[in-house]
């Protein structure tokens, strides 16, 4: 008798042995199940709610679930590159929603993870293919994975094609190259087997102290929104989901502080909607990405990873949002650890399951979620109704993004000639051309004339540094131009480039000497006075300043803003020299670089540029390029007037002047305001047409202004429309940015830019808290950044 339960068992591996014999793949569709018959779920004739609500009835409680969790990919939680016989013990035999980062090589101080399988890229392909057919054959149902991944910077994979920092994305202005961006993450995605890429991130930055400024596209709604609706029409467009971070309120933490502190955003109703839902309202109804990442703040007292009232109210029933809401890390784990609003992590599971949540993410093994949801199911805790729903959503996905009709690569070799192509590197270097923003340019110091500057001192920490081209969310092992080879390259045999430091990155007390300062040393006064004592031999200094990737950065805010260590003495000793001193600006957010815009002739802004940085960088100094973009967010003079941005509600960020205000007790002003930026050249603007000059309140705007260069050379110009509602039923921003248009124009050449002013640009939430358009006069404003203002015409909405 004891030999039967053994005969049993081999009985049954043979069954499934035999199973897995059968042929699954029949023209036309796939036999997932393997049941020998084509069901509704597998036929691509039919719709997909039907195919949903099939596939549902079919699977048990223990594949439901595993629909709700991801596996993060190998060296972060898995442990194998391939699948192996072990697998069949794991939770993942009943299938898994999703698998982060799978094989993608990445680079990174948290958590580097070679892999062989990244490169070929062909390789990739095939790598993936052999995980998704273990999915789709090995477990009963054979529901394919949706692999993710990151993609801000670039497609987060090795030598994939490189994107500067989101915030130098921001700084372009430039919609049809975001589009163009977007198609190259998507199409390298899809090449490599991804199906699923976490960009853009839509949260706007208000807080110039925050880490993750760098990786916003700015702080004004309307230009986020409108950059991240081509970046997620670009993803989808080549057939992969786009997932919008981080949904909500993620990006004004209080102090600017972020990582373990609490993030505790104080923002009211209003401002809330105005300005940080805005950017995910209008991104998810005109561009209808497929994913959304649910941040780990709480919002007034409630966890947005536990709310109904984000997860469900607004961001489905309001937003019309039909994808799924995966976590971002430990969002789940947090309401327990954190937030301290459930009494254990089960719990924890609860609320964000019952709230609205599709799939938790996190660096630990997906059993750690899915064991105490299976538990909350058999206490009758959760319904199989919500949970029905929650693995809709995800299954939705898929169906949309065509995994069960097609779950493989189709042909793994054609990524070799797909991703990181000389087309995209092209457009790669573009961008970082058009994210440069010359800040100052005395008596045009710039363009460096090769003839007149045979001699060149490079100088500063970041001028051979080259960590802040690599991120830890973008491609990694491509080749690097740091901005000293860039020069020297572009010099060639025309000059001589010399390059000495100067000084390290920061001091041995910093960021404590940001407020007790300490003497040099003797090897830092070295330092500068060796590169004294070489500009005052060279004709030109350009100094590289700024930060590096360990200054700013998730879990990298700041208490000062200005340059950290000894940099600003490096540039005051260069500057004394009475030599023409250029300084780069390598950051990842504004710095309040009061002295040097007082006495350095020239700034130019890079913000965290790709890997071309040297290349994009050497031929702006030189005159190949000339700058044209335009700052995404407002440079404060000190970390004492946060918060200072745009838009700002009347008078909120005014002076000491005017009624009931006297003395002189602050620095007022923006150091460099938002949407400023200077040219090579000069642009003029004329004919400011608003038709109609009266109209309904559901009607279209059309506005029409026309630009001139009337300068001697080939630029680009970054068209501002701001409007202004004169008076309203609740208090609105002095006036907002509702149009923009980056355009080239030659030396003489006058185009006519045209905008179209919609019933959502003219709304604000009234009393009730409903989007309303009201009658009165509105001022559309033209200009050349948010406090240059060009041309101002009226039109009245009846």
Request: aromatic residues 10%; contains cysteine.
């Amino acid at each position: 008798m004891k030999k039967l339960p053994l005969l049993l068992s081999l009985l049954g591996l043979a069954l499934s042995a035999s199973a897995q014999q059968k042929n699954i793949y029949h023209k036309g569709w796939v036999d997932f199940n393997k049941n020998g018959r084509m069901d509704v779920f597998e036929d691509p004739a039919q719709n997909i709610e039907k195919r949903i609500t099939d596939l549902l009835s079919q699977m048990t409680v223990e594949e439901k679930t595993c629909q709700m969790a991801t596996l993060y990919g190998y060296k972060r939680v898995l442990k194998d590159e391939m699948p192996v016989p072990n697998w069949k013990n794991e939770i993942w035999k009943d299938g898994i929603a999703n698998i982060d980062e799978e094989l993608n090589n990445l680079t990174s101080h948290t958590d580097d993870a070679p892999t062989q399988y990244s490169y070929p890229f062909s390789k990739h392909a095939s790598a993936i293919n052999t995980i998704q057919k273990w999915f789709v054959e090995e477990t009963r149902m054979g529901i394919p994975v949706d692999f993710t991944n990151e993609g801000i910077h670039g497609l987060n994979h090795d030598r994939a094609t490189p994107l500067p920092a989101p915030i130098g994305i921001g700084s372009t202005w430039d919609k049809q190259l975001v589009r163009r961006a977007g198609q190259t993450v998507g199409r390298e995605a899809k090449a490599l087997g991804y199906t699923n890429v976490y960009a853009p991130i839509l949260d706007p930055a208000r807080d110039q102290r925050w880490g993750r400024v760098v990786e916003c596209y700015g702080e004004n709604p309307f230009l986020i929104a409108e950059m991240g609706k081509q970046m997620v029409l670009g993803i989808q467009e080549e057939g992969v989901a786009s997932t919008l971070k981080h949904f909500a309120v993620y990006s004004v933490p209080k102090g600017g502080r972020d990582g373990s502190a609490r993030t505790d955003p104080h923002v009211a109703p209003r401002e809330m909607h105005q300005i940080y839902l805005y950017p995910f309202r209008r991104v998810i109804q005109e561009a209808h990405p497929m994913g959304v990442m649910s941040s780990y703040n709480d919002w007034d007292g409630v966890p947005v990873t536990g709310s109904y009232y984000f997860l469900t109210e607004l961001l489905r029933q309001k937003f019309g949002f039909q994808g799924y809401v995966v976590s971002d890390s430990e969002a789940v784990e947090y309401l327990f650890s954190k937030h301290k609003v459930a009494i254990d992590y089960k719990e924890a599971v609860r609320q964000a399951v019952e709230a609205g949540l599709n799939v938790r993410t996190n660096f630990t093994m997906p059993q750690t979620f899915i064991l105490p949801l299976r538990e909350l199911i058999r206490e009758n805790k959760i319904s199989m109704k919500v949970i029905d729903s929650r693995v809709a959503d995800v299954l939705r996905v898929k169906f949309r993004l065509g995994l069960f009709d097609s779950p493989y690569v189709k042909d793994p070799k054609a990524a070799d000639k797909i991703v990181h192509t000389k087309a995209d590197a092209h457009m790669s270097l573009q961008m970082n051309r058009e994210a440069l923003v010359l800040l100052k340019n005395e008596n045009n110091l710039l363009p460096l004339d090769k003839s007149k500057y045979k001699n060149i001192l490079v100088t500063g920490p970041l001028a051979v540094e080259s960590n802040y081209t690599i991120s830890r969310y973008g491609p990694s092992h491509n080749p690097i131009t740091n901005v000293l080879d860039g020069i020297k390259n572009y010099v060639g045999n025309a000059g001589k480039v010399s390059y000495i430091k100067g000084c390290n990155m920061v001091d041995a007390t910093w960021p404590e000497s940001e407020i007790i300062e300490t003497p040099l040393t003797a090897q830092e006064q070295a330092g500068i006075d060796s590169a004294v004592a070489q500009a005052k031999l060279a004709d030109v200094v350009i100094a590289v300043v700024g930060e590096d990737v360990d200054r700013v950065g998730e879990s990298l805010s700041r208490t000062g803003l200005n340059l950290p260590g000894r940099q600003l003495k490096l540039i005051q000793a260069l500057q004394a020299t009475g030599k023409p001193v250029v300084m780069v600006m390598i950051n990842g957010q504004p710095l309040t670089i009061n002295w040097e815009n007082k006495y350095v002739p020239a700034i130019l802004e890079a913000w965290f540029p790709s890997v071309q940085s040297g290349q994009a960088i050497a031929e702006t100094l030189f005159g190949d390029n000339n700058p044209g973009g335009k700052l995404p967010i407002t440079f404060p003079k000190t970390t004492g007037q946060i918060e200072f941005n745009f838009p700002f509600k009347p008078n909120s960020q005014a002076g000491q002047g005017g009624a009931n205000s006297w003395g002189k007790t602050s620095v007022n002003g923006a150091l460099y305001p938002f949407g400023y930026g200077l040219s090579y050249t000069k642009f003029e603007y004329s004919n400011l047409q608003v038709s109609p000059g009266k109209g309904q309140s559901q009607g279209d705007v059309t506005v029409t202004v026309d630009v001139t260069n009337a300068g001697q050379r080939k630029g680009d110009d970054v068209v501002q429309l701001y409007l202004k509602d004169d008076i309203s039923t609740v208090t609105t921003y002095e006036y907002d940015l509702r149009g923009f248009e980056r355009i080239s124009l030659n030396p003489g050449e006058k185009k006519t830019v045209t905008f179209t002013l919609h019933p959502d640009d003219l709304a604000l939430l009234d009393k009730n808290m409903n989007w309303t358009v009201e009658p009165g006069t509105f001022q559309v404003w033209i200009g050349a950044s948010s406090e240059d203002i060009k041309l101002k015409k009226s039109f009245t909405v009846e």
